[in-house]
């Protein structure tokens, strides 16, 4: 090795205070000059803590304490305030929005800077290059909160190329975002890496999108030690691994395939021996369709959508959208941002906008007449059509757990303890005594979660669940899913993440500029979209297998 | 002989010169070169072409700030209606599509609603002096202690025109301040103040950013409320709407400050205690001078010491602390809006027209203010008319505005970066695509064919 490593953990500890015992500890790190370095490790296993260390925000700006020596580019962190380490650090966090400081997309690229005292002509070239490089010309004079996420999130990343930082860390920049930008904004990443050389230090929880890019994986193993290596050395082992990967652990494939072609490469034989197992039912999970011949499902639909449209003005979000949903079964509801999800689900519930069209639930009374989700008052809605929605922790606000759960009986006229067995259920253990901003992300989804399923609603309708979740945490969302399928309620969940779907969903719909252009078993749906399709099915394909579990249980059926 | 065929040539008439021989000669000639140039002249200045850019935000500042001090001066319905012409002519001719600028319509209600709180408090409080009665409202007898205020009585013409024209003053000032809003980005001004200012300034562009975020927070979690079936009860509001909005506001900025903090900012030379100390006392010193100062500009009442002296004594102790503090941050300006002589032009119109109003109002007030005892028609005396319209000057002095929206993307560079290797109209490429005649023209100049 001729350049030292620009990035140097020397047996790093962090404890914040008040916490009994350290977030990270003894980490040892060496991240060379030009690598994509991505961490992994479940929620709250350090993630952040690591990344902040390296510009020098922990334990600068968080608090803390801090052992060892974190060095980059040969500066200790523990003398340089992270805004003296501006221009060898560029740090961008998981929502773009509430780091900007100025308003347009070129005053922004600018910002940094200005406040490194860049020369002004340096300055204006360096724009019209990052402008460039970003692919984001065309939006230069464009409002900053106008943009799309993906736009937000390579508007950010240039933001801080402009200041020629060596290392950029990115805290998890394709979480809140459809695949398709997320592919813009890792494409734009990996640009950076291999045509520039810059260093990438980046958290990420879905890995399936980024591991073939790595040179280096950092696991966070959960006891504040990490474990570092090439991605194939370390995903072997690791607790967080995409789905090709753990494909190839459960087959036995070395070298362990990283990306769909390698794999593919891999597989001809699995293909083949899967070729003579029976195909997996899918549609056997579901209680009320017994078998996957059946074309009508027995009972009437828990929520009949005729003709749905929802206009904000003259933009039109949702398009006389038809749709049923039925007892017994998920249905994934996919599209790209924008394309009308959120407000989709808002106008089923009922107390969303909406322009034209009914939403029909099923009378209370049996032989009265359907009623619609809109005539309903809120209290009344909510005990038909619950939904959680995007931001979760908006229907919160309570000091406690406890309280929480005792204001959802009583909101609901239930029982006391019916939202806390309900929690138990969801999530076993949770201390309730916490405060709902100190639950993790999937925990505060939970207690949503119960919060709606006290006042017993018959459909439930998700918005980006998996946003943030990590991949036992979306393992246990799907699981509680099923769940709510299996005895009884129509479950209905937006979400941009194809694995969950190939894991949770019967049926997919997909929508479209309002419209929904898909609707079918998720098998086929799902299976047929080149941007939809689950690894597995993209390495099986033409197979129909759609996840690892199905892999495995057929696997165990009729071994090789 | 060269003359001759080069007059034969000139002569777009003549049928018996072939094209060819023409040329050559034409080409050999000065006086063919000549004819060339004056016949293409035309084509290539068709228009005159200045580059679209926005004027510095100050310039517009100070040209509405001395409309304003114009209006001050006077209740002149006919002057102060001159005005509020000429302001909206400026602001229509000369605002961009940006979403700040589409807000002076407001502020034209605005003033109506001035006014008309103003003509109806005067009626129903004191319907006033005169002795032409329109009506009489019934009174309300008041008890000894509120000796002096009468409600309902006879309401007067002088009464209701006086409180009109007072209205109509107050409304004039601030639909001017309005036009300075709304030709003016408010935050290229903030990002135009000097250094000393910096952190005032960042901590308002940042304050400007969070209260649309709150407004949309806000309704966010005011929507979900319904999903918890809770509308109807007003005793949970302030903890299930405040609470998340105002955690969530603290969550971002937290973040704001961690972007801020790795980005750069704050990265300030140290200086000594007693030296900020003095540069603190200058800068305040300094802006309390100021403040009097305009308000003894604007108030014809007070003693005239009050006016121009302490104002320009607070601007020099303003500029000094300004200037002493500036030292210390270390940062530069990225395209910072330059000061060039439409600036000059639009300020010093400004400045005129106060000045010459304030000059009207001190050697004849009684054209500007008409008596309304005994009751006359206003009149526009000459001199304040012509210096009200000299006001409408940044209609043509100024460029034209940068438009955003409409700007095609396909251009590489946008309106708002021309050089001055750009200036010249650039046909859009579809436009080219299409058979753009000018561009034909264009394309036998260069192969030096003469336009026929």
């Given at each position: 090795m001729t350049t030292p490593p620009i990035v140097v953990f020397d047996r790093v500890g962090v404890t914040y205070p008040g916490?009994?015992?350290?977030?990270?500890?003894g980490v040892d790190l060496h991240v060379d000059e030009g690598e994509l370095c991505v961490v992994v490790g479940r929620?709250?296993?350090?993630k952040s803590t690591l990344l902040g260390a390296i510009n020098g925000l922990?334990?600068?700006?968080?608090?803390g304490t801090l052992h060892g020596r974190v060095t980059v580019a040969g500066r200790d962190t523990a003398t340089s305030p992270p805004r003296e380490l501006a221009e060898v650090v560029g740090v961008v966090g998981q929502d773009p929005l509430a780091g900007f400081?100025?308003?347009?997309v070129e005053e922004e690229l600018a910002y940094g800077m200005e406040q490194l005292g860049v020369a002004p002509d340096v300055m204006r070239k360096r724009v019209e290059e990052t402008l460039d490089l970003m692919s984001i010309a065309e939006l230069?004079?464009?409002?900053?909160?106008?943009?799309s996420g993906g736009q937000q999130q390579r508007v950010a990343i240039g933001s801080v190329l402009t200041a020629h930082p060596r290392v950029l860390v990115l805290d998890?920049?394709?979480?809140?975002?459809?695949p398709t930008a997320a592919e813009d904004v890792l494409a734009a990443v990996t640009r950076l890496v291999h045509d520039l050389g810059v260093t990438v230090v980046m958290a990420e929880h879905r890995l399936e999108r980024v591991v073939q890019h790595a040179d280096r994986v950092v696991e966070?193993?959960?006891?504040?030690t990490v474990l570092s290596g090439p991605p194939e050395q370390v995903l072997a082992t690791s607790t967080v691994a995409p789905p090709v990967v753990q494909l190839g652990r459960l087959a036995g494939?070395?070298?362990?395939?990283?990306s769909i072609r390698d794999a593919r490469r891999l597989a001809p034989a699995l293909r083949e021996h899967l070729g003579r197992v029976p195909p997996p039912f899918?549609?056997?999970?579901?209680?009320?369709?017994?078998?996957?011949?059946?074309?009508?499902?027995?009972?009437?639909?828990?929520l009949a959508a005729r003709a749905l449209s929802v206009a904000y003005g003259s933009t039109?979000?949702?398009?006389e959208v038809d749709l049923e949903l039925h007892h017994g079964a998920v249905v994934a509801l996919m599209g790209?941002?924008?394309?009308?999800k959120s407000t989709l689900l808002w106008a089923l519930q009922g107390s969303g906008l909406r322009s034209r069209g009914a939403v029909r639930v099923p009378a209370?009374?049996?032989?009265a007449a359907p009623v619609d989700?809109?005539?309903?008052a809120p209290a009344d809605a909510r005990r038909r059509v619950g939904l959680v929605p995007q931001?979760?922790?908006?229907?919160l606000y309570l000091a406690t757990v406890a309280e929480e759960c005792a204001q959802a009986d009583a909101d609901a006229g239930r029982p006391a303890g019916t939202c806390d067995a309900l929690l138990e259920q969801l999530?076993?253990?949770?201390?309730?005594?916490?405060?709902?901003?100190?639950?993790s992300e999937g925990q505060r989804l939970s207690l949503v979660l119960a919060i709606q399923l006290t006042a017993t609603p018959e459909v439930v309708l998700l918005d980006?669940?998996?946003?943030?979740?990590?991949y036992p945490a979306k393992a246990a969302l799907a699981a509680v899913l099923r769940h709510l399928a299996d005895t009884g309620h129509a479950v209905m969940v937006s979400t941009h993440d194809v694995e969950f779907v190939a894991t949770v969903a019967d049926r997919v719909v997909v929508m479209a500029q309002g419209e929904v252009v898909a609707d079918g078993p998720t098998a086929e749906v799902v299976v047929s979209s080149p941007a939809f399709a689950p690894q597995v099915a993209k390495v099986l394909a033409p197979r129909p297998w759609l996840t690892v579990d199905e892999v495995r249980r057929s696997l165990e059926l009729t071994p090789c | 002989m060269t003359t001759a065929v080069g007059a034969d040539a000139g002569t777009?008439?003549?049928?018996?010169?072939p094209t060819g021989t023409a040329g050559t000669t034409g080409w050999l000639s000065t006086e063919r070169v000549r004819d060339a140039r004056t016949a293409a002249a035309p084509a290539r200045r068709a228009r005159w072409y200045r580059p679209a850019r926005d004027l510095h935000p100050g310039a517009w500042w100070i040209w509405a700030l001395g409309l304003a001090t114009a209006a001050s001066r006077t209740t002149n319905p006919l002057v102060l209606g001159l005005l509020i012409a000429v302001v909206a002519l400026v602001v229509s001719a000369r605002?961009?599509?940006?979403?700040?600028?589409?807000?002076f319509s407001a502020y034209l209600v605005a003033g109506l609603v001035v006014i008309a709180i103003r003509v109806v408090f005067r009626i129903v409080l004191d319907g006033g002096?005169?002795?032409?009665?329109v009506f009489t409202l019934p009174e309300v007898p008041l008890p000894?202690?509120?000796?002096g205020i009468s409600i309902g009585g006879p309401v007067t013409v002088e009464g209701i025109l006086a409180a009109f024209y007072d209205g109509l003053r107050l409304a004039t000032m601030i639909i001017c301040l309005g036009a300075a809003n709304s030709l003016a980005n408010p935050k290229r001004l903030l990002a135009a103040t000097p250094n000393a200012l910096y952190e005032v300034g960042s901590a308002i562009t940042v304050a400007l950013s969070v209260a649309p975020q709150l407004v949309e927070s806000g309704r966010r979690v005011g929507r979900a409320r319904r999903l918890r079936g809770?509308?109807?009860?007003?005793?949970h509001w302030f903890r299930q709407v405040a609470v998340p909005v105002m955690t969530d506001a603290l969550d971002r900025s937290l973040m704001l400050a961690a972007a801020m903090d790795s980005r750069g900012y704050g990265r300030t030379a140290g200086d000594p205690p007693a030296r900020r100390r003095w540069t603190a006392v200058l800068v305040l010193g300094g802006l309390v001078g100021v403040a009097i100062g305009t308000y003894g500009l604007l108030?014809?009442?007070?003693?005239?010491?009050?006016?121009v002296p302490t104002l320009v004594v607070g601007l020099a102790l303003a500029t000094v602390g300004f200037t002493r503090s500036g030292r210390r941050v270390r940062r530069t300006r990225y395209r910072p809006d330059p000061w060039r002589s439409a600036e000059w032009g639009v300020t010093a119109v400004g400045v005129c027209v106060g000045a010459a109003l304030y000059a009207t109002s001190t050697v004849d007030p009684g054209s500007l203010n008409p008596s309304l005892q005994p009751l006359v028609w206003p009149t526009l005396p000459i001199g304040a008319t012509v210096a009200v319209l000299i006001g409408a000057l940044p209609s043509v002095i100024a460029p034209p505005p940068v438009r955003v929206t409409g700007?095609?993307?396909?251009?590489?560079?946008?309106?708002?970066?021309?050089e001055p290797s750009t200036l010249e109209p650039r046909a859009l490429p579809n436009q080219a695509a299409a058979g753009d005649p000018d561009d034909a023209t264009r394309i036998r100049r260069l192969r030096g064919e003469v336009p026929r």
């Open positions: 916490a009994d015992r350290p977030t990270i500890a929620t709250g296993t350090g922990v334990p600068h700006f968080t608090g400081v100025t308003d347009t230069r004079h464009r409002a900053l909160r106008t943009l998890e920049p394709t979480s809140a975002l459809d966070l193993r959960g006891d504040g494939w070395s070298p362990l395939p990283l899918r549609t056997a999970v579901g209680p009320s369709t017994p078998t996957p011949s059946a074309p009508t499902p027995p009972t009437p639909a828990a039109v979000a949702v398009r790209r941002n924008g394309s009308g209370e009374r049996s032989g989700t809109a005539d309903l931001t979760a922790g908006d229907l999530v076993p253990g949770i201390d309730r005594r916490t405060h709902p901003r100190d639950l980006e669940p998996t946003r943030g979740l990590d | 777009a008439a003549d049928p018996v010169a605002r961009s599509d940006a979403p700040w600028a589409s807000g002096s005169g002795g032409h009665v000894d202690a509120a000796a809770e509308v109807g009860r007003r005793t108030d014809s009442t007070s003693p005239r010491a009050l006016g700007a095609p993307a396909s251009v590489p560079l946008g309106p708002a970066t021309l």
